[in-house]
């Protein structure tokens, strides 16, 4: 179709403004061939006349829909242009503060000059792995398009970020680099990432300095280089710089500053390490307060300078070397101050000796003063035949010292980026790289110079590459599509760059001018005028002839050509630099060689990378030497290099807008936008992409959104590209206005936006054509009812009618006869009623002028009484505020008072005094109440005397007028009209009468009811006397409970408190398993990569070597447990390195844990004793009052009871604190579960009590052979004597013959001796307990030194940057880890002495229980058969052998490899579930029964071993990790099941009892199990995350449960070269919950625990939700009605999942009650107040910027929806004021909640079990 068809009325058009750049306008009159002019109306209403160009035929340009305005790449408008352009950016920055937009490959990032919430880790996650169309535009999704293309193509990457100064390129080249820190993490611990990120502060101190656009100006470019290995780990970095701005150190311009380091330098200057630099305050010092102000507001100078040294100390700078580069920065400072004199009578000029600055410098450089005083004021001439000194004028003093600061600094720059760049290498192949450019963009000043040429030649350059990338990409998509290309014009800058760079051009005349020994700028300016005049790039101004202008691709610049030259020469005197070579320091020697004076770029790789990377500064040696090279022609060098470098990469482009000079936040000027937008090259972008076909839909998308213009019959084709093909050859008759591509349809500019006109005129066709219909059929409906109602209604009225006439014709007749009697009638009443009416009349008259006298006297009366009350009741209403206003400041002051009294009346309330002072006060209230009766019967009494005066006083008055009255109708008797008024006052009087009895009626009855209330009030208080009596006597029950209830209420606040403690303990502990599991994969990867590297038979690893530490380290688990030290050793070898995994840091950590809690029971212990101290005071007391004398016998009474429920109360206390402490572990399915750990961690603080019980338990045994020998030695001597004597206990068993009475006495005596021995041993036992109490506490109060001190120290840390944190963090565990080695040493010696002490013992003992057992042999043949019983003294208690499975010691590994390593779940899933489990707690069982700790401590290790070898090889199988998660939870369930505790024993049957263990306490096992079950649980989350995560977005937010719903829009570039159809990742909602049924199936038939169960689901539910929000969050695409209602839909659908597999007690919908609300506020209505605070009340789960932000991303499907308004935002905003919600926009889905493993027992006996042959476990053998 024609263009001009498309002007017509109502279409919006762009005009230009001389303010806002664009204007919109709307047409008014449809636009025809041959018009002037358009006629517009203005946004404000105001018509417009719009002349037009008839001989350029030039039109105003289009605007778009509505429904293209904020998209998010600008090539999706239909009209590209530049207002469009311009309008999109400021829609998208002013009212979605959205501040990245896409234009094609170009991502345009705005300054908000406003801390944005987007930056988080969170979102760095959330562009992770996401197609760039896919996402929001972000710099986050630039960099991860980068890293992507990198992994998959494998060629190297660009990111180029250019700008002005202050367009925020700087930050943008951090978060860029952060985002490749964050995601291509080092896979070792070199700490890469942390090491380039540590470089930016260094950067930004020595290269950034404030200028009048930016408080953070780069002032030099850089090109970073991060390297990546074959796994796409950062392994290195290397960092180029160019063009540092060197002048700055001498001189800045007004409100500009020099570098930030030396401001940092002397904010810091009171540091005691800096006192021998001589700095003060920075305007102190010329050469830094030349630009005034020499703060920034905002900026903290010593905080910045702290994190420089930081991030020194980090990239590996000594601090020495830190220590010479602040001295080389102070010196340059003093430099800058020297006093230069001029002599009298000449132009020489001298330096004082005495000049502190000169000193100073001259000290800190190490350098001697006497010569460089003479050599800054002198110079050195050399000629063919002589060589002499001559003196230098002021000016040329002042132009050699500036050239020497600026050498100096510029030299430290290079020292510094040159170490930067060693600490950043690594040996490392490196396999590719991603560079990052950050630089200058286009600058035109007031006054250009040197620098201002040299970034613009720069930026030339880089606009050429860009255009070049540009053309090519487009050229590729075309002939990728099949489309015909056709050259397109676009603008190249080659004659521009030529002119500069070319032969005999701009930098060619300069260093030729440079050459010339009397060469100036002047000449230099002429040379140009005659050499390039004729450019078209090149003018010479006007009124200048020592400027020129180049004509750039952005903008005409003038430079001004003084200092051009001596800025290209860069002259230093040599004489200078030799000083400063010979300076005392080496560092500030070494700066000035020219073999160091260049910054020289380690290789990153062996010979890997494609680009030859060098120096971007090289050498600047002596200012005296030919072949020195000009700054010009080194810049252009490292430019070509630069080029060379970005031609072979794949480059991504960063273009940076300053939206306004201000800095203002989120303000936008449409002029300075428009500037940098053609001075990026985004316009020129927008240029080509219009130039061709910017618009593109694919297939699939363009049939779906314009099937409605299609026919029937086309559509029930299946070819969609011939349906198409069809469409677009109907509707657009120009066959250029589209081209088809191969997958794609190719559109002119302007043809979506006709055929978007098309479809919603069709919409609009059709919604007329629905509206006609529906109302016509509404109009019918109405109709027939009205007709039907009518009918109705009029046979009813002509019935009415006649009825009607009937009744009027008989009162017509009945109206005669009537008017014949009335007319009669009324004349004579007529008559009568003017002769009443006359009486009347005057009857009235005068009454109505005694009323008006009388109203008027009423009406002064009630005005008076009005006033009265209105002028009480604002007293009244203003005393009331005053005193409403007092009594709150009065409620909070006694509320204060009353709480400060409190204690004092609780103590006081329970003394008898208070008793006393009750009682008197109740006298006093019956005495008080007894006088008020007296008093109101007093007032009775006078009522009545009133009452009987009054009625007297009544009936005289009524008296008085009956004798009037009687007198009046005497006198007035003839009189008749007086006697009517008479009779009328006569009534009124009467009238009156009865009133007053009525008031007296009525006061006889108020004094009736007082008197009756009196009385009852009298009733009332006998009553109350009687119970406060009563209440009396029950005051000391409620004194004695009152103690109780604070009891209760603060032992709930406490185990409510505990509860949170353990709640958080138990997360914290979680995590720290977490970092352990993370830790010791580290490992193995690392044991890996050394196995790799050399050869086999390698030595042990010393990490190995520390893990068997840490197992021999353990604690014993039971009292055999303790050998030989060989004998540990000679285990460990046996174990071998892969049995001994566990580690000692976890062990360490648990350890201190163990400690604190030990200091936590020994404070409850405390509290135990003092209450048990208080409870022995209060039997003292209660003795004492027993026994005193008994003066007040209730007093006495009352104390006693009070003191004994105290004593009771504190009793009762005790024995409950001592069983929640012994019993805390046993009680079973608790609220928070956690009596395991707890358990635990209590029965690590009984080891050593235990350790020491046994020993006993061991002697006791051996005293009660010898005992029962001696005893069965003397008991046939008396046995009457030995059963009267010996205790029953010590009778022989299984002998009944006679014993003869000396062998029993001797037998009695030897039990005498012996329980004296046991009795000094229990003595000695008893002193030795005594002193090791003594002992802990002692070692109590050092740990809690050194506690304090681990305090403080972490305070110092925390003030120190995360960096230094982590550093010092690492040598504190090293240091305490060491220390507790040590102890633990000197522990496992002690138990060794002690063990050796003890054998020694049982050797002793064992020699003379064989000498007694050969002196019995002397004995008769028949009594050796009861002998024989004697042979073993301690016996086991042998119960029921079966349920144990027996196994030899060298069938270990064969148990474990067909048990655990190559045991697959399937091969058990027909048997009972956990059986792995239940056969090796079998086999555990027979080493408990036959004593054998070694098997068992074996058993369990290589169990954990092996478990854990499986889970790294099947680190992503779902059911391997689910089925080894549930055998090791029932492992652990039948450890605690069958540990012998009471508390873990309560659901066990008698056989399970019979099968506990017998020997050994697991408890140290049971919480090594306890690790591995929160490792393997984190695991599983793990796989099912990793499972669910590539599915969650497709198939919750983007799958159309419900078709037909979404609509389709136009896309960008970004999103149709994401979208490629060849790779289809889409999943539906069916597929995830067929994952969920698959998880849940696999883990209920392996026997998971179901609260287990519920716990994960409830995770994988909370991490659908939050990567379902995040993605909502940062995605404008989806955020609309439609999607909305889809995503509701599947929510329910997820719901429904839950409901079904039972699992809606799990908390796993709950999680999804965040997406809920979001989905619920696209859904609401968006305009009123009403409707905001709805949304205000239902998104409670929804914080304030995550609803803002929706509703900023609401976009509308189609035209016919409305956008929410800005208004509506700000609404939203100020009703979510008091919200108290966390900054950040995103959820972490990477949290975890705390997981804890109830006690779960099974039901099922050891012996029920079989094994089933596909074991192969033949070997074991069933006891």
Not at 462 to 472: A, P
Not at 721 to 740: A, H, M, R, Y
Not at 1024 to 1050: G, M, V
Not at 1309 to 1337: F, P, Y
């Amino acid at each position: 179709m024609s263009t001009v068809q498309l002007y017509t009325k109502y279409t919006r058009v762009w005009i230009p403004d001389p303010d806002e750049v664009w204007r919109s306008a709307e047409i008014v009159k449809d636009y025809k061939e041959g018009d002037k002019s358009l006629q517009l109306k203005l946004e404000d209403e105001t018509l417009y006349e719009y002349r037009l160009d008839l001989q350029g035929n030039e039109l105003p340009l289009l605007c778009n829909p509505d429904i293209l305005v904020r998209e998010n790449d600008l090539t999706a408008l239909s009209y590209l242009h530049e207002p469009a352009v311009l309008h999109n950016l400021k829609v998208r920055f002013l009212e979605s503060n959205f501040v990245y937009t896409y234009c094609g490959i170009v991502l345009v990032a705005i300054n908000p000059y406003e801390e944005l919430p987007i930056y988080e880790e969170d979102a760095i996650y959330a562009y992770s792995g996401q197609n760039m169309g896919d996402m929001d535009p972000h710099i986050f999704a630039v960099a991860e398009e980068a890293y992507k293309q990198m992994a998959r193509d494998e060629k190297n990457q660009s990111i180029i970020v250019s700008g002005e100064s202050g367009a925020g390129k700087t930050v943008s080249a951090k978060y860029a680099m952060r985002f490749f820190t964050t995601v291509g993490g080092s896979a070792s611990k070199t700490n890469i990432e942390a090491k380039v990120l540590a470089s930016n502060p260094i950067m930004e101190a020595i290269g950034n300095a404030r200028t009048t656009r930016n408080d953070n100006s780069s002032r030099f470019g850089k090109y970073i280089e991060i390297g990546f290995d074959k796994r796409y780990h950062i392994i290195g970095a290397n960092m180029r710089t160019y063009l540092l701005e060197k002048s700055r150190v001498v001189f800045q311009a007004e409100h500009e500053r020099n570098y930030h380091i030396f401001y940092q330098l002397c904010a810091s200057s009171s540091l005691p390490e800096f006192k021998d630099l001589g700095l003060t305050c920075a305007e102190d010092f010329f050469y830094i307060s030349q630009g005034g102000d020499t703060s920034i507001s905002g900026v903290d100078d010593a905080d910045d300078f702290e994190k420089t040294r930081h991030a020194f100390t980090l990239l590996g700078v000594k601090e020495s070397h830190q220590m010479t580069i602040f001295r080389i920065i102070a010196a340059i400072l003093h430099l800058g101050n020297l006093e230069i004199q001029v002599e009298r009578g000449s132009e020489a000029c001298s330096l004082s000796s005495e000049d502190e600055h000169l000193k100073n410098f001259c000290g800190l450089l190490g350098v001697e003063l006497s010569q460089m005083q003479h050599w800054l004021c002198n110079r050195k001439l050399v000629t063919t035949a002589e060589t002499y000194v001559k003196n230098m004028s002021l000016h040329q003093v002042v132009n050699a010292r500036n050239a020497l600061a600026k050498h100096i600094y510029a030299q430290l720059f290079n020292w510094i980026v040159q170490h930067i760049n060693k600490a950043l290498h690594t040996t490392v192949k490196q396999h590719s790289f991603i560079g990052v450019l950050d630089i200058y963009g286009f600058e035109t000043f007031e006054v250009n110079s040197f620098e201002q040429f040299c970034i613009n030649y720069a930026n030339e350059k880089l606009q050429q590459q860009f255009n070049l990338h540009v053309f090519k990409l487009e050229q590729e998509e075309y002939m990728k599509e099949g489309i015909p290309w056709t050259l397109i014009d676009f603008y190249d800058n080659q004659p521009c760059i030529d002119l500069i760079e070319a032969k005999l051009g701009i930098l060619d005349l300069l260093d030729e001018e440079c050459k010339v020994p009397r060469g100036t700028d002047q000449n230099w300016a002429q040379k140009l005028y005659d050499r390039h005049g004729s450019s078209q790039h090149f003018q010479k101004p006007r009124m200048s002839n020592t400027s020129f202008i180049i004509l750039h691709f952005a903008d005409k610049v003038e430079y001004q050509s003084e200092g051009f030259l001596e800025k290209n020469r860069d002259t230093v005197y040599e004489e200078q630099i030799s000083i400063l070579k010979a300076s005392k320091y080496p560092m500030v020697a070494d700066l000035f060689h020219e073999e160091k004076g260049a910054v020289p770029v380690t290789p990153m790789g062996k010979g890997t990378s494609k680009i030859s990377v060098r120096s971007a500064r090289p050498a600047i040696k002596a200012a005296n030497k030919e072949h020195k090279k000009t700054v010009g022609h080194q810049f252009r060098n490292s430019l070509h290099l630069l080029m060379e470098t970005l031609n072979a990469t794949t480059p991504h482009y960063v273009r940076c807008i300053k939206p306004n000079d201000e800095k203002l936040p989120f303000k936008f000027d449409p002029k300075r936008a428009v500037q940098q937008l053609r001075a990026c090259g985004v316009l020129e972008t927008v240029r080509i992409s219009a130039a061709g076909f910017p618009s593109r839909w694919s297939y699939h998308d363009f049939l779906k959104r314009y099937r409605v213009l299609m026919k029937k019959t086309d559509l029930a084709k299946n070819d969609k590209k011939q349906i198409c093909k069809t469409l677009l050859e109907d509707l657009i008759k120009d066959p250029d206005k589209f081209q088809f591509g191969h997958t794609k349809i190719f559109f002119r500019a302007g043809q979506v936006a006709y055929l978007e006109k098309l479809r919603a005129d069709k919409f609009r066709a059709a919604i007329i054509m629905i509206e006609k219909t529906v109302r016509g059929w509404l109009q019918r409906v109405k109709y027939q009812r009205l007709r039907q109602a009518t009918v109705v209604l009029q046979r009813y009225a002509r019935g009415h009618l006649a009825r009607r006439l009937a009744e009027h014709l008989r009162r017509t007749r009945a109206a005669i006869i009537l008017q014949k009697q009335f007319r009669m009638l009324r004349i004579r009443r007529a008559f009568q009623r003017v002769r009443n009416s006359t009486i009347t009349i005057q009857a009235f008259a005068r009454g109505m002028f005694a009323r008006r006298i009388y109203h008027q006297i009423l009406a002064e009366h009630k005005a008076t009484i009005l006033q009265k009350y209105a002028r009480g009741w604002l007293a009244r209403t203003r005393f009331h505020r005053v005193q409403a206003a007092t009594i709150v400041l009065q409620c909070y002051y006694r509320r204060m008072k009353a709480r400060q009294q409190l204690k004092a009346l609780r103590i006081e309330a329970r003394s008898a005094q208070h008793l006393k002072k009750l009682n008197v006060g109740m006298e006093n209230k019956v005495v008080q109440l007894q006088r008020k009766i007296d008093e109101q019967n007093k007032e009775y009494k006078l009522l009545n005397e009133q009452l009987s005066t009054l009625t007297s006083a009544h009936s005289s008055e009524v008296e008085k007028l009956k004798k009037e009255l009687l007198q009046y109708q005497q006198s007035q008797r003839g009189d008749g009209n007086q006697l009517v008024s008479l009779q009328e006052e006569m009534e009124h009087l009467r009238l009156e009468l009865e009133r007053a009895h009525g008031e007296r009626k009525v006061v006889e009855d108020s004094y009736m009811q007082e008197k009756d209330l009196l009385r009852k009030r009298i009733s009332d208080l006998e009553e109350e006397n009687a119970l406060l009596k009563q209440e009396k006597e029950e005051l000391n029950s409620r004194i004695l409970c009152q103690s109780e209830d604070e009891f209760t209420r603060n032992a709930v606040e406490e185990n409510i408190q505990m509860k949170k403690e353990l709640e958080e303990e138990r997360s914290r502990y979680q995590n720290l398993v977490k970092e352990y599991s993370s830790l010791e994969q580290r490992y193995d990867n690392l044991r890996d990569e050394m196995t790799i590297i050399k050869a086999p038979g390698h030595r042990r690893n010393p990490s190995n070597q520390s893990s068997l530490e840490s197992d021999s380290n353990n604690p014993s688990i039971s009292s055999s447990d303790i050998g030989d030290t060989d004998d540990v050793i000679q285990q460990v070898e046996e174990i071998g390195m892969e049995k001994a995994a566990m580690d000692m840091t976890l062990f360490l950590k648990l350890q201190k844990r163990v400690r604190e809690l030990e200091l936590a029971r020994k404070k409850l212990q405390t509290q135990l004793e003092k209450k048990e101290q208080e409870s022995k005071k209060s039997q003292v007391i209660e003795t004492k009052t027993m026994t005193s004398e008994q003066e007040d016998f209730a007093y006495n009474s009352l104390k006693r009871q009070e003191l004994e429920s105290e004593n009771k109360k504190l009793k009762n206390e005790l024995n409950e604190l001592r069983k929640a402490i012994a019993d805390r572990a046993t009680q079973n399915n608790s609220s928070n579960d956690v009596q395991d750990s707890y358990n635990l961690l209590l029965n690590h603080l009984k080891a050593a009590n235990e350790e020491l019980e046994v020993r006993k338990e061991e002697v006791l045994i051996l005293r009660s052979q010898i005992m029962k020998a001696a005893q069965q030695k003397e008991m046939g001597k008396n046995m009457v004597k030995e059963r009267e004597r010996i205790p029953s206990n010590a009778s022989w068993p299984n002998s009944d013959r006679h014993v003869d009475q000396e062998d029993a006495i001797e037998a009695y005596q030897g039990m005498c001796e012996t329980n004296r021995l046991l009795e000094a041993q229990l003595q000695d036992q008893r002193r030795k307990h005594e002193e090791e109490m003594e002992g802990l506490r002692n070692q109590l109060d050092a740990v809690q030194e050194e506690l304090q001190k681990q305090q403080q120290a972490s305070l110092q840390t925390l003030q120190l940057s995360p960096e230094v944190q982590v550093e010092l963090g690492l040598q504190q565990e090293i240091t305490r880890l060491t220390n507790e080695n040590l102890d633990l040493k000197e522990l496992v010696e002690k138990l060794e002495k002690n063990e050796k002490k003890l054998k020694k013992q049982l050797k002793i003992y064992m020699k003379k229980v064989q000498d007694f057992e050969a002196s019995q042999t002397t004995l008769p043949a028949d009594r050796r058969p009861h002998d024989s019983n004697m042979q073993a003294a301690v016996q086991r208690k042998e119960k029921d052998f079966q349920g144990m499975l027996e196994y030899y010691k060298e069938d270990e590994p064969l148990l474990i490899r067909n048990l655990i390593t190559d045991l697959k779940p399937q091969a058990v899933s027909a048997t009972v579930p956990c059986l792995p489990a239940y056969i090796l707690f079998m086999c555990l069982r027979h080493a408990d029964y036959i004593n054998d700790d070694q098997k068992v401590h074996s058993l369990l290790t290589s169990t954990i071993n092996g478990i854990k070898k499986v889970l790294k090889k099947h680190h992503d199988d779902f059911e391997m990790t689910s089925f080894w998660l549930a055998n090791v939870c029932r492992l652990l369930h039948c450890l605690k099941q069958y540990s012998g505790d009471e508390g873990f024993m309560t659901q066990n049957t008698p056989k399970q009892n019979e099968h506990c263990l017998k020997n050994f306490d697991l408890t140290e096992y049971r919480q090594v199990l306890s690790h591995l079950s929160i490792q393997i649980y984190q695991q599983l989350i793990n796989i099912a995350q990793g499972i669910l995560q590539p599915m969650t977005v497709s198939a919750v937010l983007e799958n159309e449960s419900i078709q037909g719903l979404s609509g389709v829009q136009p896309m960008g570039y970004r999103k149709y070269i994401s979208n490629s159809p060849e790779v289809d990742t889409s999943y539906s909602l069916d597929n995830m919950i067929r994952q969920l049924n698959t998880f849940h199936s696999i883990m209920c038939d392996q026997g998971l625990d179901p609260e287990i169960v519920q716990q994960v689901f409830k995770q994988i539910f909370y991490m659908i939700n939050a990567v379902t929000l995040n993605n909502l969050l940062l995605r404008k695409d989806v955020c609309s009605w439609s999607t909305g209602m889809q995503l509701r839909f599947n929510i329910s659908q997820l719901e429904e999942w839950l409901h079904g597999k039972n699992l809606q007690q799990s908390g796993a919908a709950q999680t999804l009650v965040p997406l809920i609300q979001a989905a619920q506020l696209l859904q609401l209505k968006k305009k009123t107040s009403e409707d905001a605070e709805a949304i205000c009340s239902l998104c409670t789960s929804l914080t304030t910027q995550q609803i803002v932000k929706i509703l900023n991303l609401y976009t509308p499907v189609n035209e016919f929806e409305e956008r929410v308004t800005v208004a509506f935002i700000r609404n939203i905003q100020m009703h979510l004021q008091e919200r108290n919600d966390p900054p950040q926009l995103l959820l972490d889905f990477k949290h975890v909640f705390p997981v804890s493993f109830p006690f779960n027992p099974s039901s099922i006996t050891m012996d029920s079990i079989h094994l089933p042959a596909s074991l192969n476990l033949d070997f074991l053998n069933k006891v």
